[in-house]
């Protein structure tokens, strides 16, 4: 009798052979099927954290024989103790193993793009001088190998980044679909911590903080021309976010700043004097408050009155040359409270001060995550407000569009 030959299951096989469920060899970068076919080659997000497909026989067998698991073999960093989750670097490391028994792995070459593109451009996005740089090129990504969820969210911002910026279109609706991916699986991760912070995880923690706070400002938003008010609840859901993630991290904070993630801490408060037409602007601001609280008993003054000191404070540092993108969320951290429910109750004074939000975006806009949300922002409100209010968005209309902002509305 013949024997049956044996047949090896394709546990990581790529998108378009599991599609067409045919058997896919899991070359990398592009399997034998695809090649031949012409076909886009993508693996899913399930082997996303795997620096090898498999697991070799080899060290299967001498798992077992060592009682030290199983016998069934991790298929992802997720799943695996942290300093097992890296095997095939544990191998490079002279740990007595020679190159002759030790096995051919395929790499994914999809995740190590988007750690080489973090480690030469991403980390800009989060940085602000040369002192954090460090921190976040080499410091962070050093971090991101003990805790899953962080290298998730390196993987995610580095993905979102070349689906916003990447020179090639045609593969920027595939980078967007591992950012989604990588993202959705750092936020599970991330949430199950959220009640355990402690030194051991806290700079991950606190760099995820930064990073999500980040990718949720760069995701892309269809703009929805019909409803302005799409726009106002986009950046609404922004600002909870940033403050929330923020509050997460506040308990670590003296034991970070004593850390090699001081520089990030240390933030350079630049203030400088407004010029003219903003320290009117203020004014204004301050004095129309006042009209309406003595006009309204229910109108929410010293609300108000702490997010127009929040507006010219962000002024003072943008005029002082300070344009790293913790602008954008030390705003909302220092927002009261309650100012974000008068935003959900849509109250014209709070649509003003969002409208002020946006010149701080203005200055940020050479940042590809803020790009557009100045105009979006600037446009929306202008529709929102009538005629008793606009006049006290106007300086922060020609901040943004330019003194014909008005010819600009209909073609924007």
């Known amino acids: 009798m013949a024997l049956r030959r044996p047949h090896r299951k394709s546990r990581h096989g790529c998108l378009e052979c599991k599609r067409r469920r045919v058997k896919c060899d899991e070359a990398r970068p592009t399997c034998s099927n695809c090649a031949k076919r012409h076909s886009e080659c993508e693996y899913g997000s399930s082997s996303s954290l795997l620096w090898a497909n498999e697991e070799p026989a080899v060290a299967r067998q001498s798992s077992r024989a060592s009682g030290s698991d199983s016998g069934h073999p991790s298929d992802s960093i997720l799943s695996s103790p942290p300093a097992d989750s890296l095997g095939i670097l544990g191998r490079l490391s002279g740990d007595g193993v020679t190159a002759a028994t030790t096995p051919t792995a395929a790499l994914n070459l999809h995740d190590l793009e988007l750690m080489m593109h973090w480690c030469n451009d991403t980390y800009h996005t989060l940085s602000r001088n040369e002192r954090t740089d460090l921190v976040w090129r080499n410091v962070v990504p050093e971090e991101a190998l003990s ?113 090699n993630f001081a520089p990030i801490l240390q933030v350079e408060e630049v203030h400088a004097r407004l010029p003219d037409d903003a320290t009117a602007t203020i004014n204004n601001l301050h004095e129309a408050n006042e009209v309406c609280g003595a006009r309204d008993q229910s109108h929410e003054t010293e609300v108000y009155t702490a997010t127009i000191d929040n507006v010219a404070e962000m002024l003072s540092w943008v005029y002082g040359g300070m344009t790293a993108s913790v602008i954008a969320g030390r705003w909302a951290i220092k927002l009261p409270p309650r100012f974000l429910e008068l935003l959900r109750e849509r109250e014209p004074m709070a649509l003003v001060m969002l409208a002020h939000f946006g010149v701080l975006l203005q200055f940020l806009k050479h940042r590809w995550c803020f790009d557009e949300w100045c105009v979006r922002v600037a446009k929306a409100v202008w529709m929102l407000l009538d005629d008793q209010w606009r006049p006290l968005v106007h300086w922060a209309m020609i901040g943004i569009l330019g003194e014909n902002y008005l010819e600009k509305m209909d073609t924007l």
Request: aromatic fraction near 10%; charged fraction near 15%.
């Open 147 to 259: 805790h899953p969820f962080l290298m998730h969210g390196i993987l995610a911002l580095s993905a979102l980044h070349l689906a916003r910026t990447g020179p090639e279109p045609s593969r920027r609706a595939a980078y967007l679909n591992r950012a989604v991916t990588h993202q959705n699986q750092a936020l599970a991760l991330f949430r199950e911590l959220l009640g355990d912070i402690n030194e051991s995880n806290a700079k991950a923690m606190f760099a995820f903080a930064g990073i999500v706070v980040v990718y949720t400002f760069g995701f892309p938003h269809t703009p929805d021309v019909q409803d302005p008010w799409t726009c106002v609840d986009d950046l609404y859901q922004v600002l909870v976010l940033t403050r929330g993630v923020q509050q997460v991290i506040r308990s670590p904070a003296d034991y970070l700043s004593h850390s």
